[in-house]
Structure formats: structure tokens, C-alpha cells
């Protein structure tokens, strides 16, 4: 399918792969101009019996798991665990871009709003639907998230012969929907992509004559594991002020190696702690999915934060010490967010709330879905790396509001968590007759 403008077409181009529930890969046209500004369409998925919403951070992206941009099996740019990726950049928008803007284009739920009674709400995220009828359809402009796309103006692929996207699936249901009692029956429904092709040969020929190639940041990836000294006692209901050498509150102190960053120059850095409990992001009696399923970040009891690059601290003194310093340093690094109250801050538990100690509500029961899990950390780097580490500290506390279902996600403060860091490295492409290279600056 094609649509014309003047010295322009736009082409829709289908999957040459489509994997249904692993992946999907198209095949950019060549031997001819591009514009950088491509887009995927119709991004959704079919449940198996009851309607539901997509992810409320990522929306019907939260089905990207990773996407990669090859020419001749050669990768010039790729982000790993990328509905985390998204879920942190659509945080990166004003309440109202979040929803007037990405609740239709993204389908989350992120920006929000005062009411008629002057409560905070938001609108829902799309529709999960069992048929292709009732799925909410998603986009995606590659711009957005893939630096490559950003840092180009048009791309030649008279020199980039062999284009291909790669999208690999994510099924996991709990980074996806908003309840796991339905299975996914299909992910992607018939996904395709929008290209703009330039048609004047003579502009074609030249621009990709004078093409010498891009630099640009490149978002890369590392993980790594905190094995948490757990607390064993739980917390009584009324009990206050324990001292950090309770067995109700156990002190960690944990360092982790990043690899991922060596011989690269690395500009800033985001790190998101994603909680290894099963019960961390969904209610194990009725399958209700919370906290943006994982693609957040969660926030730490007591946390403290330093990066040690080359043998030197980051940060002056002990680092960050509070939820605000974080949130505040991430803020400098990345820009404004839309992070809803106390995301960025531990669950709070009111067992007096309603008058009685036994009714376990209050503000973490009641906005459980959004406290605790937007607790971003940023930092800016700006140095070639040669050994990099995190130091982080944070306590682990059980609480007795644990053992009820509804409240099970306090489990989070006494978990043992993955660090999902994301850095943006510097790299190029050059290009001299008729061929590049891709290497890091």
C-alpha cells in the first residue's frame, strides 16, 4: 500500500517474519532515500476470555521485549528490555501530553488529573479484547525510542542495503495487562510498518553522495542481581521506630559490577530495581496486576546510592540519601517526569485508617498501584569507562500486612531485586565509499 505526496510516497510495508507469540521482522526498501520518521502500526494483542486493559505504564508497547535495527546481519542499533526503556521515557512527559497524547497513541495511563470532586484520577488505559475487534491498537514512532531514527534526517539505503527491524515478544502477561487470569492468545495482531520514500533521483543521488554517516547515543543495557538479607519478624501492627539492628529491619549494603559500559564513553545512566518476588506485582488471589507489572522501578526503604567509575566516586559524601535527592537527581539528568504522588517513595501502610487496626487501608491500599514503583535513579557519567560500579544501600523490612492478598506487594520492601540500568554510550557510523562502520567514540 502506497500514499502519495508530492515528491514523496508513503509505503506500508508488511513483516517478512511473523512469529506469532516470538517475533516479527520487516524488511526496510532499498536502493532508494528514506525519512528517519518510521513508525510501526496496529501494535496490540488478543486475550483468551475476558476483556482487560494493557500495561498502565507502556501501554500496548509493553509487548516490545526487544527491538533491534540490523543491515546485512550487522547491528547498528538495538535496546534490550525495551518496555522498560518505554516505560521510563513516557514517564519523561507532562501530565497533560501523558494524556491527552500517549493514552491514545501509547495506551497507558500515566498522566493525571483532578475530578469533578477534586480527586486525583486518570483515564484507562487501552483495551486488552479477545478479538481483533476489541484490542486497542498502539503506535510506535522509532524516533522515540531507537537513537538511531533520532539522529538521522533521512537514511540511505542505496548504502544501507539489507535494513531489517527486529521485534522480539514479550510474553510475559504481567508486563502486558492489567489482570493475568486470561491467558494471551495472540501477541502483535498483524503489526506493519510506515515508511516515507523520497522519489526525486536526482536528490536521492545526491544526499547519498554527501552522506557521511551519524553519531549518536546509544541506549545499552546491563542487569545485574541483589541477593538481599531478608528480615525474618514481622513488623506488629502500632509498632514504630525499630532500630536498624531488629531483626524487624535488616540493613544492606550491596555492590554491582557493570560490565556493559566498559570501553565506551558513557554519558548518564538510569537505574530501575525491579523486585524478584512473585507476588511484587500481582495479587495472588485474583490475578490483578499492579505497580506497571515490573517496567518501573521500585522504590527502596532507606535507600543510599553511589556510582564508583574508575575508581572514583560519582557523587561527593554518602552519595544520595533520600527519596527526594533521587527523584530530584533524576529529574537534572533526564528531564521533567509525570510520576504520580509517592511514586517514588515506599508503600505506606495506615492500619488505623478507617478506625480500626485491623482494616489494612489507607493511602498504600487504597493507590497501590501507583506508590512505590516510579522510583527512578539518574545520574549524569560523562566519562570513558574502564571499571564501573553501584553502590547501593537499602533496608529490608517484613511487615504483617504481607500474609493479606490484597496488601501482598509489601513484599517488594523484603525481596531480593535485579538493577535494569540503562546507558546512553556514545557511537557512530561512518561512511566513505559506499561503505561504513559502526564503532563506539
Known amino acids: ?33 528514506l525519512s528517519a520518521n518510521v513508525r510501526i502500526l496496529n501494535i496490540g494483542a488478543v486475550v483468551d476470555t475476558a476483556i482487560t486493559t494493557y500495561n498502565r505504564m507502556a501501554g500496548g508497547l509493553s ?20 518496555n522498560s526503556w518505554i516505560a521510563f521515557k513516557e514517564h519523561q512527559k507532562s501530565h497533560a501530553e501523558a494524556q491527552s497524547v500517549s493514552s491514545t497513541l501509547v495506551g497507558n495511563r500515566l498522566g493525571l488529573e483532578y475530578d469533578a470532586l477534586n480527586q486525583i484520577k486518570s483515564d484507562q488505559a487501552k483495551q ?60 502483535m495482531l498483524n503489526p506493519f510498518l510506515s515508511v516515507e520514500e523520497i522519489l526525486d533521483q536526482s536528490l536521492i543521488a545526491s544526499m547519498t553522495a554527501d ?25 506488629a501492627v502500632g509498632d ?13 549494603n550491596k555492590v554491582a559490577l557493570l560490565k556493559g559500559f566498559d570501553n565506551k564513553y558513557l554519558s548518564r545512566i538510569v537505574v530501575m530495581p525491579k523486585s524478584l518476588e512473585a507476588t511484587g506485582y500481582k495479587n495472588a488471589t485474583t490475578d490483578a ?21 574508575n575508581g572514583a566516586n560519582k557523587l561527593a559524601g554518602s552519595g544520595l540519601t533520600s527519596h527526594s535527592e533521587i527523584q530530584a537527581r533524576c529529574i537534572d539528568t533526564w528531564g521533567d517526569t509525570c510520576v504520580s504522588l509517592q511514586a517514588n517513595t515506599p508503600a505506606v501502610w495506615n492500619p488505623e485508617a ?35 560500579s553501584i553502590n547501593i ?36 557510523i561512518r561512511v566513505a565509499n559506499g561503505s561504513y562502520i559502526v564503532s563506539y567514540m
Open 1 to 33: 500500500m502506497s500514499n502519495y505526496n508530492q515528491g514523496s510516497i508513503t509505503r506500508i510495508i508488511d513483516p517478512i517474519i511473523d512469529v506469532a507469540n516470538n517475533r516479527v521482522e520487516f524488511r526496510l526498501p532499498s536502493n532508494t532515500l
Open 63 to 82: 509487548l516490545i521485549k526487544n527491538i533491534y535495527l540490523q543491515n546485512n546481519g550487522e547491528t547498528l542499533d538495538q535496546i534490550l528490555d525495551c
Open 128 to 187: 486488552l479484547g479477545i478479538t481483533l475487534a476489541t484490542s486497542g491498537k498502539c503506535m510506535l514512532n522509532l524516533k522515540n525510542i531507537l537513537p538511531f531514527f533520532q539522529a538521522s534526517q533521512v537514511i540511505p539505503t542505496r548504502i544501507f542495503t539489507d535494513l531489517r527491524l527486529i521485534i522480539e515478544y514479550e510474553t510475559d502477561l504481567v508486563k502486558i495487562s492489567a489482570n493475568t487470569t486470561n491467558p494471551l492468545t495472540n501477541v
Open 211 to 235: 552522506y557521511q554517516g551519524i553519531t549518536f547515543r546509544s541506549v545499552e543495557r546491563d542487569l545485574a542481581t541483589l541477593s538481599t538479607t531478608k528480615a525474618t519478624v514481622d513488623v
Open 240 to 252: 514504630v521506630g525499630f532500630p536498624l539492628d531488629s531483626p524487624n529491619v535488616i540493613v544492606n
Open 289 to 309: 496486576v499492579f505497580g506497571g507489572g515490573g517496567l518501573g522501578a521500585i522504590a527502596l526503604l532507606r535507600p543510599t546510592f553511589n556510582v564508583v567509575v
Open 354 to 388: 478507617a478506625g480500626s487496626a485491623t482494616a489494612k487501608t489507607g493511602c498504600y491500599s487504597a493507590f497501590r498501584e501507583y506508590v512505590g514503583y516510579a522510583a527512578y535513579i539518574g545520574l549524569d557519567i560523562e566519562e570513558f569507562i574502564q571499571n564501573l
Open 393 to 428: 544501600g537499602y533496608t529490608a523490612q517484613k511487615n504483617s500486612a504481607s500474609a493479606t492478598p490484597a496488601d501482598a506487594n509489601f513484599d517488594v520492601l523484603n525481596s531480593n531485586y535485579h538493577l535494569l540500568v540503562f546507558g546512553e554510550c556514545r557511537k557512530s
